[in-house]
């Protein structure tokens, strides 16, 4: 005879299997610097899902280090839009770096990154 512990493991484990079956991850839409990238400009970078299932999470990292949402590089997100825009308020030498935006759900992640190299000389 079945138990009813059992019953309820069994379908707690196929209630589990079911959320996260046909959920599909997320794929990035590849993105580039693009423009003239003289210091002083801004720089907005957009990283968008074109397939894959919400809720995602958005995170950028420059050089390995992940971005935060204040300062003169940051990032903005805007979930209902699937879009992450990553800012650089105001190019200058330190801004030269690997910018990659990761995106996750629960069924994976995706990521693509773009190398800055601006052009012309910070001058004071």
């Known amino acids: 005879m079945v138990s009813i512990r059992s019953i309820a493991v069994l379908l707690l484990v196929f209630n589990v299997f079911s959320q996260s079956e046909g959920v599909r991850k997320p794929e990035i839409r590849p993105f ?6 003289l210091a002083g400009k801004r ?3 957009a990283c968008s899902v074109m397939d894959g299932d919400p809720p995602f999470q958005y995170r950028w990292f420059k050089d390995g280090l992940e971005v ?3 300062g003169n590089i940051h990032s903005r997100t805007y979930a209902e839009d699937l879009i992450s825009n990553l800012i650089i308020s105001q190019l200058d030498s330190d801004s030269n770096g ?3 935006c990761r995106v996750s759900n629960s069924a994976g992640k995706d990521e ?8 012309g000389r910070t001058s004071l």
């Open 32 to 37: 580039h610097f693009s423009g003239e990238l």
């Open 68 to 70: 935060g949402v204040d």
């Open 112 to 119: 693509h990154s773009a190398m800055l190299l601006m052009k």
């Open 98 to 100: 690997n910018y990659t």
């Open 43 to 45: 720089v907005v970078l």
